[in-house]
């Protein structure tokens, strides 16, 4: 295991509350923060344009951070286009396909909205979008199976679901979808630096946030492309032409043709140590941590009366709800009494977490920097607005 009280001086937020929102965001390293200053106060320039020194490094930096999430990921540098997050990388690949009318997408009723709404905006064009139920916050069995037929054109799943947290047997899925001549895209939101990931090269598309496991700030993210001939520029501008004329333009190859105009350059030099912090962690060690710590979560409001949990044991992402209140109430007193950050409401997945509660739920996710303490700070606050529910 890491050094966990070495790694919370990285973030100098702990020190002023009890953060269990990472599955919205993870704090931002100091690594992180003194590269985008590095960036600010030394050598900023625009990205990929111009000869002078300032702007050299700046692409040098910037291209450095793609190289370094290749090499995390095991996959080709210029296979992945920088996003300002997983929202924007799926949208790439929903308006870059050439769909035809009676296309068909086979999504799940696990899905953040960043994977379902832009299928259900293809309706207008004559694309089936089928939804695979849920139970429990899994697939049903044999659901993905049975829902992928001859007009498939895409399966898009998320690997870890960001209500539940439960893990979805995403390389099961890319097999089905490939045996029936589609593309699987996998939203891995939730797991990318938090657990081992399976073998990338099973995916067509895999979308990536830079502000979370990664550990990076915000507005920055990624996709992976596994054959960049399948998707279609959908955004034009400058930096990704090889050639223009009044009459007609030639793209460059990928990544350029699909990052016009002037990206989120500290951002992304900002994300590169932040990955650097990650593969010293070790996503192993960081996985196992994280577990811990939410399965003590877990268990300690389990066996509380008034309380609801409604993730699976093991998950890292715990949905629940205190008997008689609403999630927000109950998120803003645990600020009030303990500090405590959580979130509360429909999480971006209103189908999801209404079919749990109408109201939504409270959510505690976990990070690298959880400690066990604050994972029983969080159990002992949420008792005492239990008990006080219950006696009032």
Not at 38 to 53: C, K, L, M, T
Not at 208 to 217: D, Q, R
Not at 243 to 252: A, C, G, M, N, P
């Amino acid at each position: 295991m890491y050094d966990l009280a070495a790694l919370r001086e990285e973030f100098p937020v702990l020190s002023t509350c009890i953060y269990l929102d990472s599955a919205a965001t993870s704090q931002t390293p100091r690594c992180a923060v003194e590269a985008m200053n590095a960036y600010f106060f030394e050598y900023a320039a625009n990205h990929g344009r111009g000869a002078f020194r300032l702007a050299r490094r700046t692409t040098e930096e910037y291209e450095r951070t793609r190289e370094h999430l290749g090499e995390f990921l095991g996959i080709p540098a210029d296979h992945l286009v920088f996003s300002r997050n997983t929202t924007e990388a799926i949208n790439l690949v929903a308006r870059g396909i050439c769909w035809e009318k009676g296309d068909e997408v086979v999504t799940t009723a696990l899905e953040h909205h960043a994977n379902l709404l832009p299928w259900l905006a293809l309706r207008e064009r004559g694309v089936r979008v089928k939804v695979v139920p849920q139970e429990g916050g899994y697939v049903q069995e044999g659901g993905i199976q049975e829902a992928v037929g001859r007009a498939t054109r895409l399966v898009a799943v998320n690997h870890v679901t960001n209500v539940l947290g439960t893990v979805i047997p995403v390389e099961e899925y890319a097999q089905v979808a490939h045996d029936a001549g589609a593309a699987i895209l996998v939203d891995a939101a939730q797991s990318i630096g938090h657990m081992p990931m399976p073998r990338t090269d099973l995916f067509d598309y895999l979308a990536i946030p830079g502000h979370k496991g990664l550990l990076g700030p915000q507005g920055t993210g990624a996709l992976y492309i596994a054959d960049p001939d399948t998707l279609a520029a959908s955004c034009y501008g400058g930096g990704m032409v090889a050639d223009v004329s009044h009459d007609q333009f030639t793209l460059l190859p990928c990544p350029a043709r699909f990052e016009p105009g002037t990206p989120n350059i500290p951002g992304v030099i900002g994300l590169g140590p932040a990955i650097g912090l990650v593969k010293a962690l070790g996503v192993g060690a960081i996985h196992r941590h994280e577990r811990e710590v939410g399965e003590r979560i877990h268990a300690g409001l389990s066996a509380m009366p008034g309380v609801t949990v409604y993730s699976p044991l093991g998950s890292t992402v715990i949905s629940f709800n205190v008997a008689g209140m609403a999630p927000d109430f109950v998120a803003v007193l645990l600020d009030q009494k303990a500090g405590i950050c959580v979130r509360s409401g429909m999480h971006c997945a209103q189908p999801l977490t209404q079919s749990l509660d109408p109201r939504g739920t409270v959510r505690a996710s976990v990070g690298c920097y959880t400690t066990n303490d604050e994972a029983d700070a969080l159990v002992r606050a949420v008792g005492e607005i239990a008990r006080e529910k219950a006696t009032a």
